[in-house]
């Protein structure tokens, strides 16, 4: 049976702010504080969530910024105790046992750094060792196959204040997995890498989830990443649920479209009417037709045949929906506050 390797159950967090507007998000006011009159509320970064993943997972935790990602993740690695509710990563109370957390999980956040700023790599390598205290017998050949797997070799002599970002990310990446955690928490771990360097990044992942069958849960704001990474996702709107299954389901679920592309061997000025689609261009002159069309109303096969009718198909494409369209129709659709209420409750969430 698949374990269980992070719960939560209810979890809030709040946080407490002086600022004079109300804002977005749910808000409980206080007494107003001091002769400034400014007012405190207190702000549900996290606002009763309750999810489990699964061991061996890979999952895709997104949202807008400030919808709570990371406060959840502070949560799941006991960095910051939660409001209400629990939490149990790898069976443990993150806050409480955070030291034997610690060696069963690593954490990348791609704006901080774990590494010791003015060592080599190398040394920042060992340092880790030692606070895992993996074994001199087994720890080095580890090293060994991170850092010739993300093309470390030729840095780990170098201070790590010397690395480019791309550098210093693999580095990190290799430093949270020197210890074989179960789970893998990355924060926004493509932030500012060039195309090249993500691409290799994410070949990497994959990889050690195969070899290493490692857990994953990684927050970004990089569609690319949700879409080669993860094979669920959870969506985070004001600290909030708002979705909990698969991409293509939520494409379907939020009604985004395909669009088949059809490259005619004559031109044809226009096709008329096919059951289930919509025209969305007509390109050079009539030769490329471009169909939108959701799977609920029809299929590629269907519609192929209805243009083999009109016209003889030289080629054909089909594109899939944009995944950032997809995440801004579910929350225009999920979240009545983003069209500017602040005080609609939200929706319940879509169910999965
Ligand atoms: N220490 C803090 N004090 C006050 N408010 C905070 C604090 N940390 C987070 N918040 C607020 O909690 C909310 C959630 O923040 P969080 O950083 O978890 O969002 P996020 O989803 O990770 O955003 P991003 O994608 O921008 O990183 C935001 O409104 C943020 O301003």
Avoid at 83 to 111: K, M, N, S, Y
Avoid at 134 to 141: F, G, K, M, R, S
Avoid at 202 to 223: I, K, P
Wanted: charged share 25%; aromatic share 4%; with cysteine.
């Amino acid at each position: 049976m698949t374990e269980t390797i992070v719960e939560l159950r209810d979890l809030r967090r709040e946080f407490v702010v002086r600022r004079p507007a109300p804002q977005l998000g749910s808000v409980r006011r206080l007494p107003l504080a001091g002769r400034l009159r400014r007012t405190r509320t207190v702000v549900a970064a996290v606002d009763g969530l309750s999810f489990d993943l699964a061991e061996g997972a890979a999952v895709g935790y997104i949202g807008a910024n400030g919808a709570g990602k990371s406060t959840t993740i502070k949560m799941l690695t006991g960095i910051l105790v939660p409001t209400a509710g629990t939490v149990r990563t790898c069976g443990l109370d993150p806050v409480r046992r955070r030291r034997e957390l610690a060696r069963q999980i690593g954490v990348v956040f791609g704006q901080r750094s774990q590494l010791w700023w003015d060592l080599p790599l190398a040394e920042s390598f060992r340092a880790l060792a030692a606070i895992h205290r993996l074994p001199d017998a087994t720890w080095p050949a580890r090293r060994d196959e991170l850092a010739d797997r993300l093309d470390l070799g030729g840095f780990l002599a170098t201070p790590v204040r010397q690395l480019s970002l791309g550098q210093r990310i693999r580095g990190e990446i290799a430093a949270a997995l020197l210890h074989a955690p179960r789970l893998l928490i990355l924060d926004e771990p493509t932030i500012g890498l060039d195309v090249l360097s993500k691409e290799r990044l994410r070949v990497f992942l994959s990889e050690q989830r195969a070899l290493h069958g490692t857990t994953l849960l990684l927050t970004t704001h990089d569609m690319d990443d949700v879409q080669r990474l993860t094979d669920r996702i959870l969506v985070v709107d004001h600290g909030r649920l708002v979705y909990d299954g698969t991409l293509p389901e939520l494409a379907g679920r939020v009604g985004a479209e395909r669009v088949m592309v059809v490259d005619l061997v004559e031109p044809v000025p226009s096709l008329g009417p096919i059951h289930g689609t919509r025209s969305v261009a007509v390109e050079s002159d009539g030769l490329r037709h471009r169909l939108a069309f959701t799977p609920e109303r029809t299929t590629a096969g269907a519609i192929l045949e209805a243009v083999g009718r009109r016209g003889q198909v030289r080629d054909l494409a089909i594109e899939e929906p944009d995944v950032e369209d997809v995440v801004r129709r579910l929350y225009l659709a999920q979240s009545p506050r983003v069209s500017g209420d602040p005080a609609a409750p939200p929706r319940p969430p879509l169910p999965a």
